[in-house]
């Protein structure tokens, strides 16, 4: 394995961690504050679709590495 193949795993792999964390803030309605502010439950929807859209993306450019 490459440097380059060994990053887009491991950073795919952290991109898939984060989706999954916003999936289930989903599933079962965690509240998250910051500084007292309660962020709103669509702010992980948005982060799922980010977070799972890169990582999708960096295991497809990690299957087309020779």
Do not use: C, D, E
């Not at 989903?26 to 977070?51: E, K």
């Amino acid at each position: 394995m490459t440097k380059q193949g060994a990053f887009l795993l491991v950073t795919s792999s952290i991109f898939a961690l984060i989706a999954l964390l916003h999936a289930l803030r989903l599933i079962y309605g965690w509240n998250v504050t910051i500084g007292g502010w309660t962020v709103p439950v669509w702010v992980s929807a948005v982060g799922f679709l980010i977070a799972g859209y890169l990582a999708f993306q960096g295991l497809l450019l990690k299957r087309r590495q020779p």
